[in-house]
């Protein structure tokens, strides 16, 4: 039974797993059997884990989405109320003035 050596192990953590690749093609590497599956198996692994999160545009529009959703619920829509109470009552675009003095 092959054993996976400290010199591919090295190599893995120096260079990664596409790193240790292209030092096998250049002949930089000797890999035996189960070091060669185990390689393919990192690679594979890392082109899986590829996720939303590596995605810059769609970071930019997560985080974009979640200030939006922030600043609507800190707005505050008592004072549109109160216009749209005040413009229905008094019949024409009402001051500042009109608005607060309305109460509530």
Same mark, same amino acid.
């Given at each position: 039974?092959?054993?996976?050596?400290?010199?591919?192990?090295?190599?893995?953590?120096?260079?990664?797993?596409?790193?240790?690749?292209?030092?096998?093609?250049d002949?930089?590497? =000797?890999?035996?059997? %189960?070091?060669?599956?185990?390689?393919?198996?990192?690679?594979? /692994?890392? !082109?899986? $884990?590829?996720?939303?999160?590596?995605?810059?545009?769609?970071?930019?529009?997560?985080?974009?989405?979640?200030?939006?959703l922030?600043?609507?619920?800190?707005?505050?829509?008592?004072?549109? =109320?109160?216009?749209? %109470?005040?413009?229905?009552?008094?019949?024409?675009?009402?001051? /500042?003035? !009109?608005? $607060?003095?309305?109460?509530?």
């Amino acid at each position: 039974m092959e054993k996976i050596r400290k010199q591919y192990y090295d190599a893995i953590k120096k260079y990664g797993a596409k790193g240790t690749l292209e030092m096998y093609r250049d002949n930089k590497i =000797e890999l035996n059997n %189960k070091e060669w599956d185990n390689l393919h198996k990192r690679i594979q /692994r890392e !082109e899986e $884990e590829r996720t939303i999160w590596q995605n810059p545009t769609i970071m930019a529009f997560i985080s974009c989405c979640i200030v939006v959703l922030i600043v609507s619920i800190f707005a505050n829509v008592d004072n549109h =109320e109160k216009i749209k %109470k005040c413009n229905e009552t008094k019949g024409h675009q009402c001051s /500042r003035y !009109e608005i $607060e003095s309305m109460g509530d």
